[in-house]
């Protein structure tokens, strides 16, 4: 499965892969599709389908904050 990634302006930069598996979704997007910046985000999901309203929220309120990822 793949999701769009937006920017703050709403406007798409591409899509990322989503693997599911179990009570977990793994979702990886590529640095150069949030402007290549330094790998902190904050971020919040929207699950429905496209031109619908959505059936979930993630987190329910707020945004996730992500730190990089560690890199050896």
Do not use: C, E
């Not at 899509?15 to 904050?42: E, F, H, M, Q, W």
Request: charged share 15%; no cysteine; net charge positive.
């Amino acid at each position: 499965s793949t999701l769009f990634v937006y920017n703050m302006g709403g406007n798409p930069t591409g899509k990322a892969k989503v693997t599911i598996g179990g009570r977990r979704l793994t979702i990886r997007v590529p640095s150069v599709l949030i402007g290549n910046d330094d790998g902190y985000v904050d971020a919040a999901v929207i699950v429905g389908n496209q031109g619908r309203s959505p059936t979930d929220l993630a987190p329910q309120t707020g945004h996730l904050s992500l730190l990089p990822p560690v890199t050896h």
